[in-house]
């Protein structure tokens, strides 16, 4: 079992900044899980923000964000952040953390996630 908490959303103007951050407990150390950041905005899909490997060696993002957000870990801290910077509205959304069994095949695939965090409300308001 992997608990999963973010914290750091809310209300941010277009062009601002937030970082969210992912605490993770559970019974294996945090080093061995891998982790991804998703958002879900309502009517739509969940999709893919990014991943990052165990030691944060390998990350991936996804289209929307690349240039713009970068993941970073902490596994002292047992915490993945999620630095967003160049905000525009259409990044509002629920951000989620989640962890996979091991590492996934497809990054982007949210099925391949086992456990995933109560997620927290970013909003940009234009």
């Known amino acids: 079992q992997v608990q999963l908490v973010e914290s750091g959303g809310g209300l941010v103007q277009a062009g601002g900044s937030l970082r969210l951050s992912c605490a993770a407990s559970?019974?294996?150390?945090?080093?061995?899980?891998?982790m991804g950041w998703f958002r879900q905005a309502p009517g739509k899909e969940r999709e893919f923000v990014g991943f990052?490997?165990?030691?944060?060696?390998?990350?991936y993002y996804g289209d929307s964000v690349k240039g713009r957000f970068t993941i970073s870990r902490d596994n002292a801290r047992n915490t993945v952040y999620l630095q967003m910077n160049s905000l525009e509205p259409e990044d509002t959304a629920v951000y989620y953390c989640?962890?996979?069994?091991?590492?996934?095949?497809?990054?982007?695939?949210?099925?391949?996630?086992?456990?995933w965090g109560q997620g927290t409300q970013v909003t940009v308001s234009s």
């Open positions: 989640a962890v996979p069994a091991g590492f996934p095949g497809r990054v982007a695939d949210a099925t391949l996630y086992d456990y």
């Open positions: 559970g019974r294996r150390t945090f080093s061995s899980y891998t």
């Open positions: 990052i490997s165990y030691s944060g060696g390998r990350i």
